[in-house]
């Protein structure tokens, strides 16, 4: 450390004291003055550092660094010539320019700070949410907007994974992908509902840091409106967020003449100012009807309306409401949401899922392993079920394997050559799935659904136990009939499909219950085939562990050798609650896990959980981690309460007390959906 003297406690001296003060490295020994009352000596006595009247006696006293700021010549020279020869001696103009500078510094600082300050005033006081990742997924900010939309408290949210604050965030794909999403529809836990951008971030270096998503309520322009009661105040709280907004805004008067619109609304329908301000409400309709006079008509307001608008006759999704000040109807408010972009990115994926359904789904009866009497026995029902074209109704436990039969009975029939569509039937609400299945149609608009695209294919219906009434209704026509209608369609349209279903519900239960048509069953019975659980054919054990190694080593460019003696006979002992999904999961976690230098998978590789309920009791086995004993755990409870729920995911959530995504999820993690 350094020791520095000032002569010299004027205001310089002084500036110079404090400035010294805050440094870990330079220690003021003392300040020189004659004038006792200085500032830079009164504040040297408050803070207990010494004063001195005169400097002479000070220089013995091991100081480094002497700084002469009285400004006296004759003051500089005497200390020239009688200072220490390891002493430095700074002239009172260097140590002024200093001051000058560190001042300049603070000044800088003052500025920068006064901008954080503003900054953050305008981050939290904007009306749309904002919410931003680092690149593992931790939230690094969130502001006051998207603390009041999503419930969630901004300290609660700061520090935590985006997957605890919003559960459907996307923000984590758009990391990986890197690709920019706007308008994407979203509703949130707290029942909020939103239209999000989403964006990557991406440093001066090309490299990805995070992701930040900026959303608003829908609802907030159309709910304005109806709750302000000044036309004056509804049009400037509006034009803070017109300005900003990427959905089209427009507004009339109560006679449906234009008064104002946002930048969006030109960029959408093409149409200026001068175009539409003081012009009917129609200007802008390309193809239906305007909502702004519909709305002028009944003073009711409108939502979800789709139209065609502008030059470009680009397709919108409209929501109109009225505005009423006093009980007299003043005009009408409109957002307007561009799909043209979102419906051919649908088209887009659509066309991706059917390709890669083509290219995946492309499994045979050389598929299934197993030698046993009672897998050989399921195959050969599945083979004749190929040759004939027979609704077959595939029973069964969860991960036991029915859907490799669905795969291996469309390959060997007539249809191989067309179309496999798997759907969940137990994944989607009742009118999302009907709309999947049959499509639909809307403002005279019809839109293809499943059975569309799997025309002279197969449909795998899997987990049919969960349908409701009304659907298996509507899939038993398709079944006496070959025939559908779509929903809010009245047409019959034909249709020459395969169904395959498939269900882990004890189905007969479920008709005795009234909660499985006796009728719809009997149609899906046609050709029953019982595929057996892992642990009624455990011969089978050691050719799938063997034909799943050969999988897993060109998925993992390994080259492991086999599996040994006493490690088999510890998957044989396992029960396999989980299936063939568990015995896969259960391999490929070992694979992971092991050396570079190893060949074969002993005993020792296994997770704990297998050798702690596969060995002797009585033997002194080592446990897992606290971590595999409680995922092993929660995969014995969520396999149990599958169980008592006769599979029926709904039911299991709701006894478990969890959401139906979490429980998804949680079967996903242990490969048991």
Same mark, same amino acid.
């Given at each position: 450390?350094? %020791?520095?003297?000032?002569?010299?406690? &004027?205001?310089?001296?002084?500036?110079?004291?404090?400035?010294?003060?805050?440094?870990?490295?330079?220690?003021?020994?003392?300040?020189?003055?004659?004038?006792?009352?200085?500032? &830079?000596?009164?504040?040297?006595?408050?803070? @207990?550092? @010494?004063?001195?009247?005169?400097?002479?006696?000070?220089?013995?006293?091991?100081?480094?660094?002497?700084?002469?700021?009285?400004?006296?010549?004759?003051?500089?020279?005497?200390?020239?010539?009688?200072?220490?020869?390891?002493?430095?001696?700074?002239?009172?103009?260097?140590?002024?320019?200093?001051?000058?500078?560190?001042?300049?510094? +603070?000044?800088?600082?003052?500025?920068?700070?006064?901008?954080?300050?503003?900054?953050?005033?305008?981050?939290?006081?904007?009306?749309?949410?904002?919410?931003?990742?680092?690149?593992?997924?931790?939230?690094?900010?969130?502001?006051?907007?998207?603390?009041?939309?999503?419930?969630?408290?901004?300290?609660?949210?700061?520090?935590?994974?985006?997957?605890?604050?919003?559960?459907?965030?996307?923000?984590?794909?758009?990391?990986?992908?890197?690709? $920019?999403?706007?308008?994407?529809?979203?509703?949130?836990?707290?029942?909020?509902?939103?239209?999000?951008?989403?964006?990557?971030?991406?440093?001066?270096?090309?490299?990805?840091?995070?992701?930040?998503?900026?959303?608003?309520?829908?609802?907030?322009?159309?709910?304005?409106?109806?709750?302000?009661?000044?036309?004056?105040?509804?049009?400037?709280?509006?034009?803070?967020?017109?300005?900003?907004?990427?959905?089209?805004?427009?507004?009339?008067?109560?006679?449906?003449?234009?008064?104002?619109?946002?930048?969006?609304?030109?960029?959408?329908?093409?149409?200026?100012?001068?175009?539409?301000?003081?012009?009917?409400? $129609?200007?802008?309709?390309?193809?239906?009807?305007?909502? @702004?006079?519909?709305?002028?008509?009944?003073?009711?307001?409108?939502?979800?309306? +789709?139209?065609?608008?502008?030059?470009?006759?680009?397709?919108?999704?409209?929501?109109?409401?009225?505005?009423?000040?006093?009980?007299?109807?003043?005009?009408?408010?409109?957002?307007?949401?561009?799909?043209?972009?979102?419906?051919?990115?649908?088209?887009?994926?659509?066309?991706?899922?059917?390709?890669?359904?083509?290219?995946?789904?492309?499994?045979?009866?050389?598929?299934?392993?197993?030698?046993?009497?009672?897998?050989?026995?399921?195959?050969?029902?599945?083979?004749?079920?190929?040759?004939?074209?027979?609704?077959?109704?595939?029973?069964?436990?969860?991960?036991?394997?029915?859907?490799?039969?669905? @795969?291996?009975?469309?390959?060997?029939?007539?249809?191989?050559?067309?179309?496999?569509?798997?759907?969940?039937?137990?994944?989607?609400?009742?009118?999302?799935?009907?709309?999947?299945?049959?499509?639909?149609?809307?403002?005279?608009?019809?839109?293809?659904?499943?059975?569309?695209?799997?025309?002279?294919? $197969?449909?795998?219906?899997?987990?049919?136990?969960?349908?409701?009434?009304?659907?298996?209704?509507?899939?038993?026509?398709?079944?006496?009939? +070959?025939?559908?209608?779509?929903?809010?369609?009245?047409?019959?349209?034909?249709?020459?499909?395969?169904?395959?279903?498939?269900?882990?519900? %004890?189905?007969?239960?479920?008709?005795?219950?009234?909660?499985?048509?006796?009728?719809?069953?009997?149609?899906?019975?046609?050709?029953?085939?019982?595929?057996?659980?892992?642990?009624?054919?455990?011969?089978?054990?050691?050719?799938?562990? +063997?034909?799943?190694?050969?999988?897993?080593?060109?998925?993992?460019?390994?080259?492991?050798?086999?599996?040994?003696? $006493?490690?088999?006979? /510890?998957?044989?002992?396992?029960?396999?609650?989980?299936?063939?999904?568990?015995?896969?999961?259960?391999?490929?976690?070992?694979?992971?896990?092991?050396?570079?230098?190893?060949?074969?998978?002993?005993?020792?590789?296994?997770?704990?959980?297998?050798?702690?309920?596969?060995?002797?009791? /009585?033997?002194?086995?080592?446990?897992?981690?606290?971590?595999?004993?409680?995922?092993?755990?929660?995969?014995?409870?969520?396999?149990?309460?599958?169980?008592?729920?006769?599979?029926?995911?709904?039911?299991?959530?709701?006894?478990?007390?969890?959401?139906?995504?979490?429980?998804?999820?949680?079967?996903?993690?242990?490969?048991?959906?």
């Amino acid at each position: 450390m350094q %020791n520095i003297l000032i002569i010299g406690a &004027g205001k310089g001296g002084y500036a110079l004291l404090r400035l010294f003060e805050q440094t870990d490295y330079l220690q003021v020994k003392g300040i020189v003055d004659i004038d006792g009352n200085a500032p &830079g000596m009164l504040y040297a006595k408050e803070n @207990h550092i @010494h004063t001195y009247s005169d400097w002479k006696p000070v220089l013995d006293e091991n100081i480094q660094i002497i700084i002469e700021v009285t400004g006296k010549k004759e003051v500089f020279e005497e200390l020239l010539s009688n200072r220490p020869a390891t002493a430095v001696l700074i002239p009172g103009e260097i140590a002024n320019l200093i001051v000058t500078l560190l001042n300049e510094k +603070n000044r800088y600082i003052q500025i920068l700070n006064n901008k954080k300050m503003i900054q953050e005033l305008i981050f939290n006081s904007i009306e749309e949410g904002m919410v931003g990742i680092n690149d593992k997924g931790i939230v690094n900010f969130f502001n006051k907007s998207a603390s009041k939309m999503t419930e969630v408290a901004v300290e609660d949210a700061i520090g935590k994974h985006v997957y605890e604050v919003i559960s459907q965030s996307e923000l984590p794909r758009i990391f990986e992908t890197g690709c $920019t999403e706007t308008n994407k529809e979203l509703i949130l836990e707290s029942g909020t509902k939103i239209v999000t951008s989403r964006y990557p971030m991406i440093n001066d270096e090309g490299k990805k840091i995070g992701a930040f998503a900026v959303f608003k309520d829908i609802s907030e322009v159309v709910r304005l409106a109806e709750e302000i009661t000044n036309l004056t105040e509804i049009q400037t709280m509006l034009q803070a967020i017109i300005q900003s907004s990427e959905d089209a805004i427009s507004v009339v008067d109560e006679e449906g003449k234009g008064i104002l619109i946002n930048p969006a609304y030109s960029r959408i329908t093409g149409l200026s100012e001068e175009e539409v301000i003081g012009k009917p409400a $129609t200007a802008d309709i390309s193809e239906g009807e305007s909502m @702004h006079l519909k709305v002028l008509q009944t003073r009711k307001a409108i939502r979800g309306v +789709n139209l065609r608008v502008g030059q470009q006759r680009k397709d919108v999704i409209v929501n109109v409401a009225p505005i009423i000040v006093n009980d007299r109807l003043k005009g009408s408010v409109g957002v307007i949401h561009d799909m043209t972009e979102m419906r051919s990115l649908m088209k887009e994926l659509d066309h991706a899922r059917t390709r890669i359904r083509n290219l995946e789904f492309n499994f045979s009866f050389e598929d299934i392993i197993g030698k046993s009497e009672q897998i050989q026995f399921a195959v050969e029902q599945a083979k004749l079920a190929a040759s004939v074209p027979v609704t077959v109704l595939l029973r069964g436990e969860v991960g036991s394997g029915k859907e490799l039969f669905a @795969h291996a009975i469309h390959s060997a029939s007539n249809r191989k050559d067309n179309n496999f569509i798997r759907v969940n039937c137990s994944s989607q609400e009742e009118h999302l799935l009907e709309r999947e299945l049959f499509g639909y149609e809307k403002d005279g608009t019809s839109y293809s659904g499943l059975f569309d695209e799997v025309n002279k294919g $197969t449909i795998f219906l899997d987990e049919v136990g969960e349908l409701t009434i009304k659907t298996q209704a509507k899939l038993l026509r398709v079944l006496r009939e +070959n025939a559908f209608v779509r929903i809010g369609g009245t047409n019959s349209i034909p249709v020459d499909v395969r169904i395959i279903a498939a269900s882990y519900f %004890n189905l007969e239960k479920l008709m005795r219950e009234g909660t499985f048509r006796e009728d719809f069953y009997f149609q899906l019975n046609r050709m029953p085939i019982h595929v057996p659980a892992l642990r009624e054919r455990k011969q089978d054990i050691s050719l799938i562990a +063997n034909h799943l190694l050969v999988k897993l080593n060109k998925e993992f460019g390994r080259n492991i050798e086999g599996f040994s003696k $006493t490690a088999m006979e /510890s998957l044989l002992l396992y029960d396999w609650p989980g299936n063939l999904r568990e015995l896969e999961n259960i391999i490929s976690r070992t694979m992971i896990f092991l050396e570079a230098q190893d060949r074969m998978i002993e005993e020792h590789h296994l997770p704990k959980s297998i050798l702690s309920i596969s060995g002797d009791e /009585s033997e002194d086995v080592q446990i897992g981690t606290l971590a595999e004993q409680m995922d092993e755990m929660e995969k014995k409870v969520l396999l149990n309460a599958l169980r008592v729920c006769s599979g029926n995911k709904s039911q299991t959530a709701k006894k478990l007390n969890i959401s139906l995504r979490t429980l998804y999820y949680k079967l996903e993690k242990y490969n048991l959906d």
